[in-house]
């Protein structure tokens, strides 16, 4: 069985196709690290989401056209369910849908963050690079897409990442949010008090 080749291309392409999963198992790892629940929230998240998507989909998608018909065998590696994943119907697409209320949801907890300064931000434009060359790929070269289901999954993943992040950013002052006040550990710092009601005087040293 004749392997991939280790060109430069084909590492790109394999990292673009690949890169929701990438994606979904580095922030799983990363909450089992810190011992939290974000990434289990973003996943709840995630497949609510795509399960919209996928309605939408199935109620106002369109056969695809003929274009796309000659797809390259990486468009589908794995078979989703259809409500999830209907390669045969234009609009919403899964992976636009992904990429946007990923990068969406990370960058309002970095832009709302009580750490300032935008934490977080080499991760999100790393994830936004990849979702690029995805998109790309998924687009131009793999033939999987068109311009228009992307741009509507764009939209909708994009969109439905605000109410979601405003209703966990509501619960426990941010405590369940990427870059919140939980990633302070405020909750662990000692702090000293002084007591104000004691008086002090300064006296010259002999």
């Known amino acids: 069985m004749a392997g991939i080749k280790l060109t430069l291309p084909n590492i790109i392409q394999f990292a673009s196709i690949f890169s929701p999963y990438f994606i ?4 799983i790892f990363s909450s089992m690290l810190n011992a939290d629940v ?3 929230i973003w996943l709840f998240f995630i497949i609510i989401v795509q399960f919209l998507g ?18 390259s065998s990486t468009c589908n590696i794995f078979a989703l369910p259809t409500v999830f994943s209907n390669e045969n119907l234009t609009y919403f697409s899964s992976s636009a849908i992904f990429h946007s209320f990923t990068i969406m949801y990370l960058l309002l907890g970095s832009m709302y963050s009580e750490v300032g300064n ?6 999100i434009i790393t994830f936004s690079i990849v979702a690029i060359l995805d998109l790309i790929y998924k687009t131009q070269i793999g033939n ?3 311009n228009i289901d992307v741009i509507t999954g764009l939209v909708l ?23 919140g006040h939980g990633d302070i550990n405020n909750d662990k710092i000692k702090k000293c008090n002084v007591n104000k009601k004691l008086k002090y005087v300064c006296k010259q040293g002999l």
Do not use: D, W
């Not at 979904?24 to 922030?27: A, D, E, Q, R, V």
């Not at 939408?56 to 018909?69: A, E, T, V, W, Y």
């Not at 935008?118 to 991760?123: I, S, V």
């Not at 109410?163 to 966990?168: A, Q």
């Open 38 to 40: 974000k990434a289990y």
């Open 24 to 27: 979904g198992t580095f922030l």
């Open 54 to 71: 996928g309605l939408l989909r199935n109620q106002f998608g369109k056969p695809k056209h003929s274009q796309l018909n000659n797809q």
């Open 118 to 123: 935008m934490p977080g931000l080499p991760l």
């Open 157 to 179: 993943g994009g969109t439905l990442a605000i109410p979601l992040y405003i209703g966990v950013a509501s619960m426990e002052n941010k405590k369940y949010t990427y870059f």
């Open 144 to 146: 999987c897409e068109s």
